[in-house]
Nanobody
């Protein structure tokens, strides 16, 4: 059974940085895509970043240039480095894995990120 456990969320001032981590277990992590998504109350979950098994990354314009996704297959972990945070980045952030960047099949429980103005 796949388990994804996120950590690193918290409260930060606008302009600050946070690094999220997601450790996977019960899966051959090196052969799956991974990603980060976020959700605010009443809104749909949205893509933040994805990374393929080959290390190709994808970001929406809203975070491009500020957020960086990376993976350490030896540690079964995917990271999200978030810089220049804005209040609109406030959300619950979820990590996910799946057979491709467009098909995530396992999800973590989420970690809250709050950016104060």
């Amino acid at each position: 059974q796949v388990q994804l456990v996120e950590s690193g969320g918290g409260l930060v001032q606008a302009g600050g940085s946070l690094r999220l981590s997601c450790r996977a277990s019960g899966i051959f992590f090196s052969i799956v895509a991974a990603g980060w998504y976020r959700q605010t109350p009443g809104e749909q979950r949205e893509l933040v970043a994805t990374i393929t098994l080959n290390g190709n990354t994808n970001y929406p314009d809203s975070v491009k240039g500020r957020f960086t996704i990376s993976r350490d297959n030896a540690k079964n972990t995917v990271y999200l480095q978030m810089n220049s945070l804005k209040p609109e980045d406030t959300a619950v952030y979820y990590c996910a894995t799946g057979p491709s960047a467009g098909m995530m099949t396992a999800w973590g429980q989420g970690t809250q990120v709050t950016v104060s103005s």
